[in-house]
C-alpha cells in the first residue's frame, strides 16, 4: 500500500512538472518579432524581388516596412538603425528628399553609420551628386566592408542601382 501511495505521489508531482516546463519554454519562436525585425525581413524580402524585376511586391514590402519602421522610430526614436531604414525605404519608394532627411538625421547621431553612409551615397549617385558620394565613399574607405566596395562599384558605374 506504500509503495502504490508512493508511486502515486511520484506520478502526480511528475506531471505537474512536465506541465510546467512545457508552460514555461523558452522557446524563441513563441516571441513576438518587433516592429523593427518585421520591417527588415520585408526589406530582405523586397530586395530579392527588385533583382528579380518584381518591382510591384518589392514596392509592397518597402511600404509595408516603412510604416512599421514609423512606429518602431516612435517608440524608440533617434535609433540610428531605424532611421537608416526609413531613408532606404523612402528611397526606393522615390522620395528621396525624405531619405536624405532620414540619413541625415541618423548621421548626426553616428556619423560613421556604415549602411547610413553607404545607402546616402547611393542616393547621392542617383540624384547626380557624386561629389557628395565620393564623400561618403571616403568615410567607409578604412571599414574593410562590403559597403564601401558596392558603394564604389555604383560609383564608378561598375554596378548598376535602381535608386
Known amino acids: 500500500m506504500i509503495k502504490k501511495?508512493?508511486?502515486i505521489i511520484i506520478f502526480v508531482f511528475g506531471l505537474a512538472n512536465y506541465s510546467l516546463s512545457a508552460g514555461t519554454s523558452d522557446n524563441s519562436s513563441n516571441k513576438t518579432k518587433s516592429n523593427y525585425e518585421k520591417a527588415v525581413a520585408l526589406i530582405k524580402s523586397a530586395?530579392?524581388?527588385?533583382?528579380?524585376?518584381?518591382?510591384?511586391?518589392?514596392?509592397?514590402r518597402y511600404k509595408k516596412a516603412f510604416k512599421l519602421l514609423l512606429v518602431s522610430n516612435k517608440k524608440k526614436p533617434n535609433n540610428p538603425d531605424t532611421l537608416n531604414?526609413?531613408?532606404?525605404?523612402?528611397?526606393?519608394?522615390?522620395?528621396?528628399?525624405?531619405?536624405?532627411?532620414?540619413?541625415?538625421?541618423g548621421?548626426?547621431?553616428?556619423?560613421?553609420?556604415?549602411?547610413?553612409?553607404?545607402?546616402?551615397?547611393?542616393l547621392y549617385v542617383?540624384?547626380?551628386?557624386?561629389?557628395?558620394a565620393?564623400?561618403?565613399l571616403n568615410i567607409l574607405v578604412n571599414c574593410n566592408c562590403e559597403e564601401y566596395k558596392e558603394l564604389k562599384e555604383i560609383i564608378e558605374g561598375t554596378k548598376k542601382s535602381k535608386y
Not at 532606404?88 to 532627411?101: A, H, I, P, Y
Not at 548621421?107 to 547611393?122: F, Q, T
Open 5 to 7: 501511495s508512493i508511486l
Open 47 to 60: 530586395k530579392k524581388y527588385d533583382k528579380k524585376g518584381k518591382s510591384d511586391k518589392a514596392e509592397k
Open 85 to 105: 531604414y526609413l531613408g532606404f525605404t523612402s528611397r526606393k519608394l522615390g522620395d528621396f528628399e525624405k531619405g536624405e532627411n532620414y540619413y541625415l538625421e
Open 107 to 122: 548621421l548626426a547621431i553616428e556619423p560613421n553609420h556604415v549602411g547610413i553612409n553607404e545607402y546616402l551615397g547611393e
Open 126 to 132: 542617383a540624384t547626380n551628386r557624386i561629389k557628395l
Open 134 to 136: 565620393k564623400e561618403r
